[in-house]
């Protein structure tokens, strides 16, 4: 498998239900092979049969691709909700070479060639391009606590192990967006966990709460403040152990043919076509007097040749490392020089010129004799068509990286194939730093490093010091809030932080920086407004059609866009769950008052019409629409959209009453003017006994009429089998608190999965004994709500949305707003928000916001306000975005705009102390931050911009 071993789970749990079965066989589709007639050696990751690809064979796959209609891995979401599949990732390959001596060599990669078994799929650049785990969302040191005023903490978890930590809080205002938050970082030996917890002004937080969210409850000793400033260089280094902000990537020209990294290296001049694509890549940059990052060259006496490509990208430096630039030896037919560079470099880009469109490139990852370089992209320019192909080599044990190649991998764009190649190469080498080899080496880094600082810092702590007098116990402190007497070493504390900031922007090493050359993208998750300024907060809701069906503490409403609410049950019926059939023109819903729970279905006929529109059902109304056996329940669920009969499970206490309609949906849809059953047309099929009282319910569909139903109880999910009530414990939580989330039925190349969420964690469960491998998400917020939408995962806490990759967990945006709450994602995602104020800003003051690197230092409670609805276009997120409604009060991001010839800009807002005032960064403002004994107030802001000239590319093209 391509995933960490830390992410896997420990070994399965015995069945301690009510009674023994084995697991059920959930059996994916047997697939056709295609034209692969030579077969040796070939591990596909996902568990096929052994099998290999020999040249013949992948020169037939490569014709197919050529042949192929342009297609998108996630265009099939709006038709098939929670499907995904990892082998748009590529598939593991045992690749045979021969060098010039006759030896072969072997390797084991994984291949992206952009094959897809269904040809279904839309355009190739629909694909989502993003960079994975941003610094700028995953920096939190240096974004959110250095250059402000927040608390440091040292400990040890278990004096027998002398298991140290660090822990490090602050409170924040999110990108301000009047949303305080506590934003807390726990860094121990193992790795460093993040986690952002509601702020609540009244009831103030501390530090042994906030361990106890990273599950640490029971410790020794209770951990000590560290009051020396010091501290944050070293926790700043102990962030930057999580990879390079800067990048270096190694291109190789290579003739087709050539079948050695010698031959490659002995190239000396490239092709015109060569040339063209060093352009596209970035900028000729001069190597002597070079002040920007380097990539390891020599900028002072051009040993390592005369001129480099170099180009920014979201905020990277990146430097090449070109073959033909590098110095060439006429007597050295190994070109150490330029072995030394680009066999080093763990991403390399290998130009194929003259190759026949039609076939394979010649090269392969063993032809390059480097233990280091784990990721091959190979491009090929096809001279007839005008198009840049591109197939991926990487290293079997480098993790899933996306983007996924396009179907077939053809880029007639050449702008979006320079984005989609450099954001395949970031995400490439931020994902080969999770293999054993670097993982174990900066394991050992961390671990050095945390045991070192914690023999420092503990027994200084641990001194008679006055101002240590702060119990385990005691409230995290309010910054306004401090003695007089700590008042200077606050002062001290900042200054140190927000010159320790200053430098490192001023060296270009940011990791919030957000200099680009990129191409503007609308992201595919940006909101648009459904309905402005709802007055009551939403309880449920589910979509029906292009309309909304909520319900509220004052009512239910039926919510179309640009229309004024529709109020059809009055306050009377207390709904707590809903559901739209559409299929089955059904409304189901659960409403509750203390103890006396009851389902009721009703007709969606009976809200249209013009003679429904007036009409207010009270609950008197609702007598004839009861579910007889519902009476006292507290949970139900359906089945899926898509099957073939609609299913629905009642949680009464302990009982679990299952229903079955009466009727197909293909006969809804054929007869729905004759089907008028409410009640009446839900069968009672049976009872089933639950362990205990179900907190969450899942009804999962089977592939031969196995379904299953999936249980979640106080700690545990239970696996019942809806015919015969045999249970099977399917997952057992081992925590303190545990605060259950959802448990979403989801389907790998059509294989059942679970996707079991609670506290900070998601975790995906196989169901089939044979696929047994189990994955684990960690959440920066406890979400409330999750929603799947291949390719993304989405977490919706009270006040963000955590997007996340399915394929492996890996951040790609949070959004910050307040008041947040799902209302449903059964088509498109509905959400609803008081946000408001925050989106009607200027562009100017909406960039500031969103890249301040420091969040103001007193977060501040907002008052009540009306909500907005927003929705989320499934079609987006599966890669067809449309521009047919402008966004423009997304929260997202906008981009900087261009100012006259400048190639990329960018602004850094430093939060420096308390008095109001913003200043252009002068010398002066410099020299005072940098000068230790200079005692004045500080600025509150210092507005740095810097800029870059460019004579070849504009910032917005």
Request: charged share 25%.
């Amino acid at each position: 498998m391509d995933f960490d071993c830390s992410l896997l789970c420990g070994p399965r749990l015995r069945s301690k239900s009510m009674s023994s079965c084995k697991r059920p066989n959930y059996k994916r589709p047997v697939s056709i092979e295609k034209g692969l007639r030579e077969q040796v050696l070939r591990m596909d990751f996902l568990g096929h049969r052994p099998r290999t690809y020999t040249q013949p064979a992948l020169n037939t796959l490569y014709e197919g691709h050529r042949r192929r209609a342009y297609s998108s891995p996630a265009s099939d979401l709006a038709a098939r909700r929670g499907v995904f599949s990892r082998r748009h990732y590529g598939s593991v390959e045992l690749l045979c070479s021969c060098d010039n001596d006759g030896v072969e060599n072997a390797g084991r990669f994984r291949v992206e060639t952009g094959d897809r078994e269904v040809e279904d799929f839309s355009s190739p650049l629909n694909s989502p391009v993003h960079l994975e785990n941003p610094e700028s969302q995953t920096r939190w040191y240096f974004r959110y606590f250095l250059g402000k005023m927040h608390q440091n903490y040292v400990g040890t978890i278990d004096s027998s192990s002398k298991d140290p930590f660090f822990l490090s809080v602050v409170v924040t205002d999110a990108n301000n967006h009047n949303v305080p938050q506590y934003r807390a970082i726990l860094w121990r030996t193992t790795g460093t966990q993040k986690i952002c917890l509601p702020y609540n002004p009244n009831k103030p937080n501390t530090v042994k709460a906030i361990l106890s969210h990273f599950d640490l409850h029971k410790l020794d000793k209770g951990p000590k403040e560290i009051f020396n400033p010091e501290i944050q260089k070293e926790l700043l280094v102990l962030e930057e152990q999580e990879g390079s902000v800067n990048f270096k990537f190694g291109v190789v020209y290579c003739k087709d043919g050539q079948s050695s990294d010698d031959d490659m290296y002995n190239n000396e001049i490239g092709s015109p076509e060569f040339q063209r694509f060093l352009n596209l890549l970035g900028d000729r940059v001069p190597l002597k007097g070079w002040e920007q990052f380097r990539g390891g060259l020599d900028v002072k006496t051009n040993s390592t040749g005369e001129e480099s490509i170099y180009t920014v990208y979201e905020g990277h430096e990146v430097m090449f490392h070109v073959s033909t630039m590098l110095p060439f030896s006429d007597s050295n037919k190994q070109q150490v020089e330029r072995k030394r560079h680009i066999g080093n470099d763990i991403v390399n880009i290998i130009y194929v010129d003259e190759c026949d469109s039609n076939k394979m490139p010649s090269f392969r990852p063993s032809s390059m004799k480097t233990q280091f370089t784990h990721i091959f992209a190979v491009v090929t320019f096809d001279k007839d068509n005008g198009v840049y192909k591109l197939i991926v080599y990487s290293e079997e044990t480098v993790p899933l990286f996306g983007p996924p190649l396009p179907s077939p991998p053809v880029f007639e764009d050449f702008d979006e194939f320079r984005d989609f190649l450099l954001v395949k190469l970031l995400n490439g080498e931020k994902a080969a730093f999770n293999t054993p080899v670097f993982a174990q080496k900066r394991h050992r880094t961390l671990e050095m490093l945390i045991r070192n600082l914690h023999e420092e810092y503990l027994p200084e702590s641990s001194k008679n010091n006055m101002l240590n007098r702060r119990a385990f116990s005691d409230v995290i402190p309010d910054v306004h809030s401090s003695r007089r007497k700590e008042e200077a070493r606050c002062a001290e504390f900042l200054r140190i932080g927000q010159a320790l900031k200053l430098k490192i922007i001023l060296k270009g090493d940011a990791p919030t920086s957000m200099i680009t050359t990129g191409l503007l993208r609308r992201e595919p998750w940006e909101p648009q407004c459904f309905h402005h300024g709802f007055p009551y907060s939403i309880i449920c809701g589910d979509s029906w059609g292009d309309k909304l069906i909520v319900a509220t503490e004052a009512g239910t409403f039926v919510i179309e866009e640009d229309l004024p609410p529709r109020l059809i049950f009055d306050k009377t019926i207390p709904i707590k769950q809903l559901t739209v059939a559409e299929p089955y023109g059904l409304l189901i819903i659960r409403s509750e008052k203390g103890r006396e729970g009851r389902i009721n279905v009703f007709r969606l006929t009976e809200f249209e019409g013009e003679q429904n529109d007036n009409l207010v059902r009270t609950k008197a109304d609702c007598k004839d629409h009861k579910m007889e056996r519902s009476k006292g329940c507290h949970l139900y669920a359906v089945s899926r959209p898509g099957g073939s009969h609609l299913r629905l499970i009642i949680a009464v206490g302990k009982k679990l009453l299952l229903y079955t309609w009466k009727h197909s949906a293909a006969w809804a849809a054929w007869c729905h003017s004759t089907d008028t059953d409410t009640v009446d047309g839900f069968q009672f099929i049976r009872e089933l006994q639950a362990f205990e009282q179900p907190q969450l319910i899942t009804l999962i569909d089977g592939s031969h009429g196995d379904n299953q139903i999936c249980v979640g109880y106080k700690s545990q999910y239970d696996l019942v089998n809806e015919k015969n009530g045999d249970t099977l414990q399917l997952y057992n939580i081992e925590a303190n608190r545990v605060n259950m989330v959802s448990s979403i039925d989801i389907y790998e190349d059509d294989e059942a999965e679970l996707l079991l969420t609670y506290n900070h964690i998601s975790h995906f469960q196989k169901l089939t004994e044979e696929s047994s491998q189990e994955l684990d998400f960690h959440w920066n917020s406890e979400p409330q709500a999750m929603v799947c939408a291949f390719p993304y995962i989405m977490a919706f806490t009270p006040d963000t949305i955590e997007i996340r990759l399915i394929i492996n967990g890996n951040l790609v945006h949070t959004m910050t707003m307040p008041d947040l709450g799902l209302i449903t994602s059964k088509c498109d995602v509905y959400f609803i928000s008081s946000a408001h104020d925050m989106y009607i800003h200027s562009p100017t003051e909406r960039c500031k916001d969103a890249y301040s690197f420091s969040p103001p230092p007193s977060p501040s409670v907002h008052a009540a306000s009306p909500f907005n609805i927003y929705k989320i276009p499934l079609l987006c997120l599966a890669g067809q975005i449309t521009n047919d409604k402008p966004l423009h009060d997304s929260p997202t991001t906008p981009q900087p705009q261009s100012i006259g010839s400048l190639r990329y800009s960018t602004f850094y807002v430093l939060n420096i102390a308390q008095t109001p005032v913003v200043q252009v960064l002068t010398q002066e403002s410099i020299s005072r931050l940098a000068n230790p004994h200079h005692t004045a107030p500080v600025y509150t802001s210092l507005f740095l911009w810097k800029t870059t000239m460019s004579k070849r590319r504009t910032f917005y093209k």
